[in-house]
């Protein structure tokens, strides 16, 4: 229930055009501003943990511990097509400063927590690009310039990058040859956009003024779609985690036939400003308390994601990197029911296990 406030918060003030796609991740935004509350003492780390946890008292190792659960997929059946996860959580540093030991050792609790240097004082474009090309390495592609012109200024020290990749097949594929052009209604009007078509037993409830489907895929992975029985601006704004809790849970086995566009959705945010709506604001000021990480005083300088998801006839594809950003600090995130997805909806993709949100998507317009 926490994860699933903490997605919806974050979702809220990150996307507040109800008319416009968005994405991003929560499980990459979790992970990296995780690690930096692991860092992080006082005021700093309680608001921290307020936002990830719901409470300041909250064990952000525990968020941890569930995250790498979530970065570990279920084996494959034979004949399936391998799922693919990665996951990279990097800080780099500047030769300049020293990150304490037991935060190296707190780093390489979580997923893949590595320490790399990089010259970011003597030549911020080459930090710049080896950050880039790390994260490009991890998501294949998918997100080559996480860093844009520019993102590493003068005082900066430091960044903790979290980089996520995934991408599973469908446990039940689409009808091939079956994708057609079919009217989709966006903010701007209807118009034809390439549409999958399924027949088969999947899981679906229609409560509390949703439709609920949910597509299993390789790995323990599953995607979940949203409809409203109205206008998403309307409904979307209702949704608590509470409800969100409800419809996820609520689906129940049935013939199901359903008509779903290929979506292709990014998103490219800077989430200082959303966080500091959230009420994480002293990490990102000179008072920041980050002595957990390193003797010297750093602060926040800014916190950026790109988040990519993409879904189509064989299965689903994402990608999400975070990356928070450190400067020195000078002074003191029966018959078939039919479903026919052919109005803007929400896409929740998680891990079925621990029900971790890899990818929150307000889909107004497929592609």
């Not at 990296?32 to 921290?48: I, V």
């Amino acid at each position: 229930m926490t994860q699933l406030a903490f997605t919806l918060n974050l979702h809220r003030v990150t996307a507040p055009r109800l008319d416009a796609n968005a994405c991003w991740s929560p499980f990459s935004v979790a992970s990296a501003l995780g690690l930096l509350a692991q860092g992080a003492r006082g005021l700093t780390r309680d608001e921290l943990a307020v936002l990830l946890l719901g409470e300041k008292t909250g064990d952000i190792g525990d968020l941890g511990a569930l995250l790498k659960r979530a970065g570990v997929l279920a084996p494959h059946n034979d004949g399936d097509e391998a799922p693919v996860i990665a996951v990279a959580n990097t800080l780099w540093t500047d030769e300049s400063i020293e990150i304490l030991a037991p935060y190296v050792e707190e780093l390489g609790r979580w997923s893949s927590g590595t320490v790399r240097g990089a010259p970011f004082r003597t030549d911020p474009g080459q930090t710049r690009e080896l950050i880039n090309l790390d994260v490009e390495k991890t998501t294949r592609g998918l997100i080559p310039s996480l860093l844009p012109d520019g993102a590493i200024s003068a005082e900066m020290v430091a960044a903790l990058v979290n980089a996520l990749y995934l991408k599973c097949a469908w446990r039940y594929r689409f009808l091939d040859g079956g994708t057609e052009p079919a009217p989709f209604h966006t903010p701007t009007g209807v118009r034809d956009v390439p549409t999958m078509s399924l027949s088969e037993q999947l899981d679906y409830a229609a409560t509390d003024g949703w439709q609920v489907v949910r597509l299993p895929a390789t790995g323990g992975v599953e995607a979940v779609v949203l409809l409203p029985d109205g206008d998403l601006t309307s409904a979307e704004p209702g949704l608590d985690a509470d409800l969100l809790a409800r419809l996820l849970d609520a689906p129940r086995n049935r013939r199901v036939r359903l008509w779903l566009p290929r979506v292709d959705v990014r998103t490219k945010v800077d989430l200082t400003r959303p966080l500091a709506q959230l009420g994480v604001t002293t990490a990102f000021t000179d008072a920041a308390d980050l002595s957990g990480v390193t003797s010297e005083r750093l602060a926040v300088q800014a916190v950026l994601h790109e988040s990519v998801l993409k879904l189509d006839e064989q299965g689903l594809e994402g990608a999400a990197a975070t990356a928070v950003m450190m400067r020195m600090v000078s002074m003191p995130i029966g018959e078939p029911t039919e479903v026919r997805v052919d109005r803007p909806f929400l896409l929740v993709v998680r891990h079925k296990e621990t029900g971790v949100v890899y990818f929150l998507a307000r889909v107004v317009d497929p592609t």
